[in-house]
């Protein structure tokens, strides 16, 4: 082995109204650190409060649009909208979380977050805000509805292929745990976590909203042929969480290949689940497919807390130039006032939208250039306008009575950091451990010193992978090598499984540390008679 160096209907459409799914698990909503804040902001006397930021470039500008056309809509009267501090100011202040104590206090306390986009330090510095709020609040799925609006030309509104899907991403878990180490001198890790508890949250709240939104087609995305464990698993408990929904058809596909089917013929689609790298990437492609980000509307669940957000950029080339499009961030607004139940408004709101588009109303980065391009905040003004109109050549929303606040929080968790779990009662054995050797040698010199070290130990060499490919006792010569090793030791033929802990395998890796610098370990072990770690390549 060679080293290497170096839809729509023609009926009155309903809405969904945006609720927390049921849970068989409780979880909490974790302040970030033991630093005391200052006391929540005041609210006004009848009003649900409501956190407001900004964002960054553009962030402001379309901010002021959308609550301009909430004021108009009569939401100032039952929302009290105050401001918290995050955002690319607080970083330059040396905040690597991206916003105050007083901030993080004041989200705690109301439970609903509006955020305009926000600058993420890139390579180096601090962790996205965005991820950060997402995972410290528990808000543990994002439900984004992809949806042709009128007056926004795509491939498939010029064909008469009318768009009308939800994608449900889990939100905490996958790579975006940022678990990350250089572990050699040419290699990097990211640990990518899958959780059954995570799995059973975000299926149980995709079936869920699906039942509420008429919805009765599931499919379930993701890599399994592959990542067999962590992509098996989410699969799996796709299919658990299924039963409890006998009404609603399932389906899974493998994710290249629902990108295809997604460019090619996405109507066959009404709601698809992800994991979170995967979900996030196939956002933003569906996001293409009706015009892109800036028409992609968001929020972000959770129990106790949750965020309603543009996703797109910030835009930093045109900002200050007041020509910025707020149609991502009032979809998203949109949600959040059916999330607190203010239905009416909601839908009041979203017609007067329609009705606007439909009319050839636009900023400059979209629509019939036979129309004006509006400024963000004449855009604003010509949707408020519009107020108590209607769309003709879509259907309109279905304006509820519902117009008052109707969210009842969760209770707050008995203790912060609570514990979630699936399996319970599961029988570990300990069979063996992975070692991960930085080193440049051969891997017939590698496997000489293992076999040296084994001597003595209930263990004996079985395996020796290089990025997951086996290169030892057999493989190809044309495999090049990195620097990087893992070495599997599992327990000879006369152990019994269970016969010991997880001490003889320390004590393995203490004779080949040695030798050599170990990066990592995992401990094997199989689970009701499972095997709890994968194959390699080639093995």
Same mark, same amino acid.
């Given at each position: ?37 200052a ?35 009569? @939401?100032?009267d ?16 040396? &905040?690597?979380r ?10 705690e ?16 510095g ?33 064909? $008469? ?6 994608? @449900?991403?889990? &939100? ?11 572990l ?18 975000i299926h ?8 509420r ?12 042929? +592959? ?24 389906g ?24 979170? *790298? ?10 293409? *497919? ?9 929020a972000?669940?959770g129990d ?11 835009a930093?080339?045109i900002?200050?130039k ?39 109303v ?11 391009? *509006? ?5 604003? &003004?010509a949707?408020?306008?519009?107020l ?16 008052? @606040?109707?969210?009842v929080?969760?209770p ?12 319970t ?9 992975? +070692? ?27 395996? +020796? ?8 006792p057999?493989?190809?010569?044309y ?18 499984? $269970? ?20 990066c990592?370990?995992e401990l094997?072990?199989?689970?009701d $008679? ?7 390549q080639?093995?």
């Amino acid at each position: 082995m060679m080293m290497i160096r170096a839809l729509h209907g023609r009926v009155a459409r309903k809405s969904p109204l945006l609720e927390t799914a049921t849970r068989a698990f409780s979880t909490s909503a974790v302040s970030f650190g033991n630093t005391k804040a200052a006391p929540a902001a005041p609210k006004q006397e009848g009003k649900f409060r409501v956190a407001v930021a900004d964002g960054d470039g553009i962030g402001p500008e379309i901010m002021e649009a959308t609550l301009k056309i909430f004021e108009a809509a009569g @939401v100032n009267d039952k929302l009290d909208f105050f401001n918290v501090d995050m955002g690319a100011h607080i970083f330059q202040k040396g &905040n690597t979380r991206g916003m105050t104590d007083q901030a993080v206090a004041d989200i705690e306390s109301t439970g609903i977050l509006f955020k305009g986009p926000m600058e993420t330090p890139k390579g180096k510095g601090g962790k996205s805000i965005n991820v950060t709020a997402r995972k410290m609040w528990n808000t543990y799925a994002n439900l984004r509805q992809f949806l042709t609006l009128p007056g926004v030309e795509t491939p498939f509104s010029k064909a $008469g292929i009318p768009i009308n899907f939800y994608i @449900v991403r889990e &939100n905490i878990e996958d790579t975006y745990g940022s678990v990350e180490h250089r572990l050699t001198s040419d290699m990097m890790q990211c640990k990518r976590l899958i959780s059954a508890p995570g799995c059973d949250l975000i299926h149980r709240f995709a079936f869920h909203t699906a039942q509420r939104l008429g919805i009765n087609h599931v499919h379930c995305g993701h890599k399994a042929n +592959i990542m067999k464990m962590t992509d098996g698993l989410f699969l799996d408990r796709f299919r658990v969480a299924a039963k409890d929904f006998p009404a609603i058809k399932t389906g899974d596909v493998i994710v290249d290949a629902l990108c295809m089917n997604l460019v090619m013929k996405p109507q066959q689609y009404k709601m698809i689940v992800l994991p979170n *790298l995967q979900g996030d990437i196939v956002s933003d492609l569906a996001a293409g *497919l009706v015009g892109g980000l800036g028409f992609a509307s968001s929020a972000n669940i959770g129990d106790h807390i949750s965020i309603f957000e543009a996703v797109h950029g910030t835009a930093p080339d045109i900002t200050g130039k007041g020509i910025a499009n707020p149609t991502a961030l009032l979809l998203s607004g949109i949600m959040m006032l059916r999330h607190l139940g203010l239905l009416k408004q909601a839908a009041t709101i979203e017609n007067a939208l329609l009705a606007a588009l439909e009319s050839g109303v636009r900023t400059g980065d979209f629509g019939n250039t036979s129309f004006p391009a *509006l400024s963000t905040i004449d855009y604003a &003004n010509a949707i408020a306008r519009r107020l108590g109109e209607v769309p003709t050549t879509v259907p309109p929303t279905e304006v509820p009575a519902s117009d008052s @606040v109707t969210l009842v929080r969760a209770p707050e968790p008995e203790h912060a950091n609570m514990m979630i779990r699936t399996f319970t009662n599961t029988v570990s054995q300990v069979v063996g451990c992975d +070692i991960y050797l930085d080193s440049p040698l051969s891997v017939v010199a590698v496997a000489e010193e293992m076999n040296r070290v084994t001597e003595d130990t209930p263990f004996k060499l079985t395996l +020796i992978s290089n990025r997951g490919t086996q290169v030892w006792p057999t493989g190809s010569k044309y495999t090049e090598c990195v620097d990087y090793y893992r070495v599997r030791f599992e327990i000879r033929d006369n152990v019994i499984p $269970g016969s010991f802990g997880q001490a003889p395998c320390v004590n393995l890796m203490d004779k080949v540390a040695e030798k050599f610098s170990i990066c990592s370990y995992e401990l094997l072990r199989t689970f009701d $008679g499972t095997k709890g770690y994968s194959l390699a390549q080639g093995q």
